[in-house]
């Protein structure tokens, strides 16, 4: 879980370098680096424990010249953080660096190799084994770079994104892929190199995303060049991004986090554009009529996704079964991959991910389909490796999310389920058309619903000063709000570090309820809804135990009112849209008990935004 940048071209590459690598700081940050072939020649490596700030501060004297480099930012898998362990990773002689993001799986086996041949490490990471791995090939058989590559990965048990200078070839990079991210740039006699398209949006719009076991030759003055592994060559259609150099600036707000959560407005209306019709009578999604018939015929449906995006799954298994009428199974891909699962060719299976790069998650598509079922993705990140591995699927189009804790990008995972459910509930006709347009009015007017919550957003955070002291949260839902109290409380453990739970209401007597005291906040989501009474009962037993109550009502509530320490109104809503509307008020009282905390709200620690290791 790291990004890469790299350049080749005419301009000066180190602040092309250093820019790109604070758009990737999402992806990692415990510790960054750079290498640069500079204007004497010199392969010249500079790398800093902490962000990316620290490194400009370790490089501010240092020769920074060159129209060559990568560059590399953090996030620890083998070796603690330390400059040490920072990437770019010189090879023995220093005539290679080489920066990666993934894990080799093997590279204890090829370290102990290499050792015996005299190789010695400075590092405790497996990519510094890859480099000198590299570079015993490339001496042994006096061969060309490509061609060590090559030969090297061959040897490699894992997932790789890799960028390779050479000082002997200063005019080239060398970059390769497998199952993890990797993006070049065309520019105007010049190249770029990155994890996603966020850093070379400023640069060009032209790009070719590479695909698993294929290698990038990037050479100054020359065209681009594609091979695999066995040394084929291979076409690429070049592509176009859609990317607002806007999105990926804080425009204002204090901290992206708070910017992305007041955009989930707009957001939904983006999701929702050319989906719904004007008339608000119809919804259509080009999947399913292009796969009508495969979908219809599902037997069940098996959603697979981690942390948020499986929690928009629960929403999402509720939103199927309730309106089409077939059994849906929902499963953390961490554990789905491992478990030995049934599959078959009549499974349809839903594979949601913001990045669409989730190593989990991919790999749960690619088993699902080695067993014939057909694939479904929910995604954010247009011509990201998850949609390229389905057979069809959705864009929730939200924009690029760079908060780490995922906010906006749930809200749309959310609403692009609630399409997919009415649309095929209404092909199967197991839907009363009556509910189906109340619904399809009704998600119209959620982006308005949802600017109204906005506007609590200053009693929001006043309330939330009253939290800081506190050690533990419980969060209750029932129905529709209980993936929506699993969510919340994993927003407030994500970016404050106070330990949270979420649970549904009814099972809190099962176990929770031994927690409650007067110095345990309790989020309840009390909403009006048919389990309106069950969740009123379950607030009274945390009363009678003198617990916290934080309630989320409807507008207007009179009964919750007078029993809760704190109520916060929310407009009436159906109630499976409730989530869309539930779900914001908990994202801010995250953020600003984070806030009151002190913590770093859009960059947490241990966290990073896409998760592309096990």
Same mark, same amino acid.
């Given at each position: 879980?790291?990004?890469?940048?790299?350049?080749?071209?005419?301009?000066?590459?180190?602040?092309?370098?250093?820019?790109?690598?604070?758009?990737?700081?999402?992806?990692?940050?415990?510790?960054?680096?750079?290498?640069?072939?500079?204007?004497?020649?010199?392969?010249?490596?500079?790398?800093?424990?902490?962000?990316?700030?620290?490194?400009?501060?370790?490089?501010?004297?240092?020769?920074?010249?060159?129209?060559?480099?990568?560059?590399?930012?953090?996030?620890?898998? &083998?070796?603690?953080?330390?400059?040490?362990?920072?990437?770019?990773?010189?090879?023995?002689?220093?005539?290679?660096?080489?920066?990666?993001?993934?894990?080799?799986?093997?590279?204890?086996?090829?370290?102990?190799?290499?050792?015996?041949?005299?190789?010695?490490?400075?590092?405790?990471?497996?990519?510094?084994?890859?480099?000198?791995?590299?570079?015993?090939?490339?001496?042994?058989?006096?061969?060309?770079?490509?061609?060590?590559?090559?030969?090297?990965?061959?040897?490699?048990?894992?997932?790789?994104? /890799?960028?390779?200078?050479?000082?002997?070839?200063?005019?080239?990079?060398?970059?390769?892929?497998?199952?993890?991210?990797?993006?070049?740039?065309?520019?105007?006699?010049?190249?770029?190199?990155?994890?996603?398209?966020?850093?070379?949006?400023?640069?060009?719009?032209?790009?070719?995303?590479?695909?698993?076991?294929?290698?990038?030759?990037?050479?100054?003055?020359?065209?681009?060049?594609?091979?695999?592994?066995?040394?084929?060559?291979?076409?690429?259609?070049?592509?176009?991004?859609?990317?607002?150099?806007?999105?990926?600036?804080?425009?204002?707000?204090? &901290?992206?986090?708070?910017?992305?959560?007041?955009?989930?407005?707009?957001?939904?209306?983006?999701?929702?554009?050319?989906?719904?019709?004007?008339?608000?009578?119809?919804?259509?999604?080009?999947?399913?009529?292009?796969?009508?018939?495969?979908?219809?015929?599902?037997?069940?449906?098996?959603?697979?996704?981690?942390?948020?995006?499986?929690?928009?799954?629960?929403?999402?298994?509720?939103?199927?079964?309730?309106?089409?009428?077939?059994?849906?199974?929902?499963?953390?891909?961490?554990?789905?991959?491992?478990?030995?699962?049934?599959?078959?060719? $009549?499974?349809?299976?839903?594979?949601?991910?913001?990045?669409?790069?989730?190593?989990?998650?991919?790999?749960?598509?690619?088993?699902?389909?080695?067993?014939?079922?057909?694939?479904?993705?929910?995604?954010?990140?247009?011509?990201?490796?998850?949609?390229?591995?389905?057979?069809?699927?959705?864009?929730? &189009?939200?924009?690029?999310?760079?908060?780490?804790?995922?906010?906006?990008?749930?809200?749309?995972?959310?609403?692009?389920?609630?399409?997919?459910?009415?649309?095929?509930?209404?092909?199967?006709?197991?839907?009363?058309?009556?509910?189906?347009?109340?619904?399809?009015?009704?998600?119209? &007017?959620?982006?308005?619903?949802?600017?109204?919550?906005?506007?609590? $957003?200053?009693?929001?955070?006043?309330?939330?000063?009253?939290?800081?002291?506190?050690?533990?949260? /419980?969060?209750?839902?029932?129905?529709?709000?209980?993936?929506?109290?699993?969510?919340?409380?994993?927003?407030?453990?994500?970016?404050?570090?106070?330990?949270?739970?979420?649970?549904?209401?009814?099972?809190?007597?099962?176990?929770?309820?031994?927690?409650?005291?007067?110095?345990?906040?309790?989020?309840?989501?009390?909403?009006? $809804?048919?389990?309106?009474?069950?969740?009123?009962?379950?607030?009274?037993?945390?009363?009678?135990?003198?617990?916290?109550?934080?309630?989320?009502?409807?507008?207007?509530?009179?009964?919750?009112?007078?029993?809760?320490?704190?109520?916060?109104?929310?407009?009436?809503?159906?109630?499976?849209?409730?989530?869309?509307?539930?779900?914001?008020?908990?994202?801010?009282?995250?953020?600003?008990?984070?806030?009151?905390?002190?913590?770093?709200?859009?960059?947490?620690? $241990?966290?990073?935004?896409?998760?592309?290791?096990?």
């Amino acid at each position: 879980m790291c990004g890469i940048v790299g350049y080749i071209g005419k301009k000066d590459a180190y602040p092309i370098l250093i820019k790109g690598l604070k758009r990737l700081e999402y992806r990692g940050y415990d510790s960054a680096g750079v290498a640069l072939i500079s204007d004497k020649q010199a392969l010249n490596v500079y790398k800093a424990k902490g962000k990316v700030s620290e490194l400009e501060a370790f490089v501010a004297e240092k020769d920074i010249s060159g129209t060559t480099g990568i560059a590399h930012t953090r996030w620890a898998t &083998h070796g603690e953080p330390c400059s040490i362990n920072a990437h770019p990773h010189y090879s023995s002689s220093e005539r290679l660096a080489l920066i990666h993001n993934g894990i080799i799986e093997n590279y204890a086996v090829l370290k102990e190799k290499l050792q015996s041949k005299g190789y010695t490490f400075k590092s405790s990471t497996d990519t510094e084994v890859l480099v000198q791995l590299i570079e015993y090939i490339q001496n042994k058989q006096s061969i060309d770079l490509l061609t060590a590559v090559q030969l090297a990965l061959r040897e490699v048990i894992g997932a790789y994104a /890799i960028a390779v200078l050479d000082h002997n070839n200063p005019d080239c990079i060398i970059a390769a892929r497998k199952s993890s991210p990797l993006v070049v740039g065309i520019g105007e006699d010049e190249f770029f190199l990155a994890s996603d398209a966020t850093p070379i949006v400023e640069y060009t719009d032209k790009v070719i995303y590479l695909d698993d076991e294929e290698i990038a030759v990037i050479r100054r003055g020359e065209p681009l060049k594609i091979v695999t592994l066995p040394n084929m060559e291979c076409e690429h259609e070049i592509q176009t991004v859609a990317l607002n150099l806007g999105q990926l600036e804080k425009g204002g707000y204090p &901290h992206f986090m708070l910017k992305e959560i007041f955009e989930q407005p707009d957001c939904i209306c983006d999701c929702m554009r050319g989906r719904i019709n004007v008339e608000g009578t119809n919804v259509v999604l080009s999947a399913v009529i292009d796969y009508k018939e495969r979908l219809l015929a599902a037997k069940r449906f098996i959603i697979v996704a981690c942390g948020t995006s499986w929690h928009a799954g629960l929403i999402g298994k509720q939103l199927i079964e309730t309106f089409c009428r077939i059994p849906v199974e929902v499963e953390y891909a961490s554990e789905f991959r491992y478990r030995d699962p049934v599959i078959d060719s $009549n499974d349809v299976v839903i594979a949601i991910s913001q990045s669409g790069e989730t190593a989990d998650t991919l790999a749960a598509v690619e088993l699902a389909k080695s067993h014939g079922a057909f694939i479904y993705g929910i995604c954010n990140s247009v011509g990201s490796s998850i949609p390229r591995a389905t057979h069809t699927g959705s864009y929730i &189009h939200v924009g690029p999310e760079i908060g780490v804790a995922s906010t906006k990008a749930f809200t749309g995972q959310v609403t692009v389920l609630t399409m997919l459910a009415l649309t095929l509930a209404r092909a199967k006709k197991s839907i009363d058309e009556e509910r189906f347009l109340a619904i399809v009015k009704e998600l119209e &007017h959620i982006p308005d619903k949802m600017k109204e919550v906005l506007q609590l $957003n200053n009693s929001i955070a006043e309330l939330s000063k009253m939290f800081t002291y506190a050690h533990n949260f /419980i969060y209750l839902g029932r129905g529709f709000a209980y993936p929506v109290a699993l969510e919340g409380a994993l927003k407030l453990k994500e970016i404050s570090y106070i330990h949270a739970e979420g649970y549904p209401a009814a099972e809190m007597k099962h176990g929770p309820i031994a927690l409650i005291d007067t110095e345990m906040p309790v989020v309840v989501i009390a909403t009006r $809804n048919d389990l309106y009474e069950k969740v009123l009962s379950n607030i009274q037993e945390i009363k009678a135990r003198k617990g916290k109550v934080i309630a989320l009502v409807t507008k207007g509530d009179e009964v919750i009112s007078r029993i809760a320490d704190t109520c916060i109104e929310l407009p009436e809503t159906i109630e499976c849209l409730d989530p869309l509307i539930t779900t914001m008020p908990l994202q801010l009282l995250a953020y600003h008990v984070a806030v009151c905390k002190g913590m770093d709200v859009d960059q947490p620690r $241990n966290l990073a935004k896409s998760v592309t290791v096990e």
